[in-house]
């Protein structure tokens, strides 16, 4: 966790207002959370860290690329980040008691701290920018990116599936009827 220690932000003295910060993210950064479902990060997050008296507000903005693989044809593609996500982080006595509610969007550091770590939340907002259904994108003709020889393969098995007929489904075409 020591190389996390670039995402330290120490706030103490920072002046009231807006402040930017920005963080280029590789593959290495995510060592200290384990295996991933994606490679070859090259992602670039902006913050913008607007401190006020008790509370800062944190703006992330996700952009770049990660290596993924088709859900449908299982070959990897490079697929476009692009996401903004909002945090707020509150200066009270009692962090501890406050941090076990339910609003994810909010946290809660001692008064007593100096130092503001980020790493955490750019790796939540990264894997956020990622979609769950991951697709080759079209291209500019409008054809799927995907392997052809995949998607003809995927079209011979739905229309074979199509052209059985199953038995257990023979009795109920007389339902139909009435």
């Known amino acids: 966790m020591k190389a996390l220690r670039q995402f330290d932000i120490a706030f103490v003295g920072l002046k009231p207002g807006e402040h930017t910060f920005e963080y280029q993210i590789t593959d290495s950064f995510f060592e200290d959370y384990g295996p991933q479902d994606f490679s070859n990060c090259k992602a670039t997050v902006k913050l913008l860290l607007d401190k006020k008296n008790n509370f800062f507000l944190l703006k992330f903005e996700i952009g770049g690329t990660v290596t993924v693989n088709c859900d449908r044809c299982g070959q990897p593609f490079d697929l476009q980040l692009w996401d903004d996500f909002e945090h707020v982080v509150k200066l009270v006595n009692n962090?501890?008691?406050?941090?076990?509610e339910d609003d994810t969007d909010v946290s809660?550091?001692?008064?007593?701290?100096?130092?503001?770590?980020?790493?955490?939340?750019?790796?939540e907002f990264i894997n956020l920018s990622i979609p769950m259904?991951?697709?080759h994108p079209?291209?500019?003709?409008?054809?799927?990116?995907c392997d052809p020889k995949i998607l003809d393969m995927l079209d011979q098995m739905n229309r074979q599936a199509n052209e059985k007929e199953n038995p257990i489904w023979k009795g109920l075409d007389k339902f139909r009827e009435n």
């Not at 962090?95 to 076990?100: A, G, H, I, S, V």
């Not at 809660?108 to 790796?123: C, P």
């Not at 079209?138 to 990116?145: E, H, I, L, T, Y």
């Open 95 to 100: 962090p501890d008691e406050l941090n076990e």
């Open 108 to 123: 809660f550091i001692s008064l007593t701290e100096s130092h503001l770590n980020v790493a955490d939340w750019i790796y």
């Open 133 to 135: 259904q991951r697709i």
């Open 138 to 145: 079209a291209d500019s003709k409008g054809q799927s990116g």
